[in-house]
């Protein structure tokens, strides 16, 4: 390791805790679309954008030149002490887009699980109802009410003592881990006979695509029939898009793809180009539950934040990147059948839209492709319930050129870790 990065990793350790997992061993320096630079001049291909933060690329000139105008302007007054036209504007194109059924209303935060958890107080107070439903595997955040949502023990909830009260977990319909949308359907009833009423019940909470979980895409008849469920019951339907949106799966949300409508998104990530802005929409009747001041935060919508969310929506406009998204993903996949083809260890392939994952036997394995991609200058993650899924979020603007030198550093992978 170079001895600028040792001593700063020497550093960190001493200043920074341990709970703070850190993938790489190198620092960055600076960073322009889809490359990444460290501190020793080493380049980097990016396949991880921030964890599907970076749609529109590092540092796209339109979200620059919009950031570097509101500064000029002012940079904060608390929306709810000052307000500004920009957030009024934001929320009514997202309004306008959000495959939400009837009028709708978007509020702005900071974080997704800020989000998630602003959701959760909006179906509790729409519905008076107080029980939450989730889904194994799923991932909401690390906040305690997210953190009780969160389908997976280790390492987000593990060590933190008890949990918030009244959160359930259902069976995601994963077809290829023998999860039919039957068994997804009747182990939500399950929770109703023998955990939680029904009437109890004011949410159930799901992401569209897993994210960490390992891109598992949900069947259009598990949301038809769990949308029958809910209506059955008065409960509603949050579909946490904090990963998902924003041009990622081919849509501007993943829930375009699909006829069922949700009651309430929520979204983070990618809205913010690289700025942290979060946000929940959803049918006005639900949204205007809570009294004055039940929402809100500090830094909730921030002005720069909100300048760089709306050159965000005008670049995904402009340079097509939902349809960009298609045709990358189509490419990648394309990719990913041959290396199937050619070894035994890929489980399977799931993808919508550029949300592509391959799935392969161990963990190991994957950790090997993701050690000898980054060796070579392609960084690239590792998710999944046993950390054996590689997912793929690389900017939607990246360069054609250098997305393919970046899928033949992936093979060379597949190649010596076959041969391992």
């Not at 796209?60 to 007054?77: D, S, Y």
């Not at 799923?138 to 953190?147: A, I, N, Q």
Request: proline share 4%.
């Amino acid at each position: 390791m170079d001895s600028k990065h040792s001593a700063l990793n020497a550093r960190k350790l001493k200043a920074t805790p341990r709970g703070v997992g850190v993938m790489c061993q190198w620092y960055a320096e600076k960073a322009e679309n889809s490359t990444i630079w460290d501190a020793e001049g080493n380049q980097y291909t990016d396949f991880a954008g921030g964890i599907a933060v970076l749609n529109t690329g590092h540092r796209h000139p339109k979200i620059i030149a919009a950031v570097t105008e509101q500064l000029t302007k002012f940079t904060h007054t608390a929306y709810q002490v000052v307000p500004y036209e920009s957030y009024v504007s934001l929320a009514e194109r997202i309004n306008a887009r959000a495959p939400i059924a009837g009028e709708a209303k978007t509020t702005f935060f900071s974080t997704g699980a800020e989000a998630v958890e602003n959701a959760v107080k909006i179906a509790r107070s729409y519905t008076g109802r107080h029980g939450i439903v989730t889904f194994g595997n799923g991932f909401h955040g690390r906040s305690f009410m997210t953190m009780a949502m969160t389908g997976k023990t280790a390492p987000y909830k593990r060590d933190f003592g008890v949990m918030p009260s009244g959160v359930f977990h259902a069976r995601y319909p994963v077809e290829s881990k023998g999860i039919t949308v039957d068994a997804a359907i009747e182990s939500i009833e399950d929770i109703f006979a023998e955990d939680i009423a029904a009437h109890d019940v004011a949410a159930i909470v799901l992401e569209p695509v897993q994210g960490e979980g390992g891109f598992n895409v949900v069947p259009a008849e598990f949301l038809k029939r769990l949308r029958a469920l809910c209506d059955q019951h008065g409960i509603l339907i949050i579909a946490d898009e904090v990963q998902t949106g924003f041009a990622r799966t081919g849509k501007l949300f993943a829930m375009d793809h699909y006829e069922t409508k949700a009651d309430l998104i929520t979204m983070a990530k990618s809205l913010g180009g690289g700025f942290p802005i979060s946000g929940v929409v959803g049918r006005a009747e639900v949204m205007d539950a809570p009294n004055p001041g039940g929402l809100g935060g500090t830094y909730a919508g921030n002005p720069v934040a909100v300048a760089s969310a709306h050159a965000v929506l005008d670049v995904i406009e402009e340079e097509g990147l939902c349809e960009r998204a298609n045709v990358l993903g189509a490419e990648l996949v394309e990719v990913l059948n041959e290396l199937k083809q050619s070894s035994s260890t890929v489980q399977e392939i799931r993808a919508l839209g550029s949300m592509v994952a391959i799935e392969l036997e161990t963990a190991d394995q994957a950790k090997a492709i993701q050690n000898y991609a980054m060796q070579n200058g392609l960084l690239i993650l590792t998710c999944g319930r046993y950390g054996n899924v590689i997912r793929f979020l690389y900017p939607l603007t990246i360069p054609a050129e250098q997305f393919r030198a970046g899928l033949n550093i992936l093979k060379q992978g597949f190649a010596l870790s076959a041969a391992a």
